[in-house]
């Protein structure tokens, strides 16, 4: 199983961004996605996550620091993961990483964790 992130870019503060997270096209199914990013010289740090309730419905969790500004969706059927970035600030500056966790193949297989490779975005003032 493997992730990959795109959408990841240079704007001006103010200015929106989305990113995508997609599986690869093994995966039967994801039980909870999250996106992350990391800063230069900094740990990284959970932006939001996104949990499968089951049907159409997810569960949702944000950093106190991009409520209010990002929303993470996911299309279940797809499996792919959006990250909708609105207001961006300077600080918002980071790789961001796209997280996977139980995650099931069309073989059957069972996946723990997955990480993707992390995209740049980076906010100017």
């Known amino acids: 199983v493997q992730l990959v992130e795109s959408g990841g870019g240079l704007v001006q503060a103010g200015n929106s961004l989305r990113l995508s997270c997609a599986a690869s096209?093994?995966?039967?199914?994801?039980?909870?996605m999250g996106w992350y990013r990391q800063a230069p010289g900094k740990q990284r740090e959970l932006v939001a996550t996104?949990?499968?309730?089951?049907?159409?419905?997810?569960?949702?969790d944000y950093a106190d620091s991009v409520k209010g500004r990002f929303t993470i969706s996911r299309d279940n059927a797809k499996n792919t993961m959006y990250l909708q970035m609105n207001s961006l600030k300077p600080e918002d500056t980071a790789v961001y990483y796209c997280?996977?966790?139980?995650?099931?193949?069309?073989?059957?297989?069972?996946?723990?964790?997955?990480w993707g490779q992390g995209t740049l975005v980076t906010v100017s003032s």
């Open positions: 996104i949990t499968n309730g089951g049907g159409s419905t997810n569960f949702v």
């Open positions: 096209a093994n995966t039967a199914s994801i039980e909870h």
């Open positions: 997280n996977a966790r139980d995650i099931m193949t069309m073989q059957g297989y069972r996946y723990r964790e997955v």
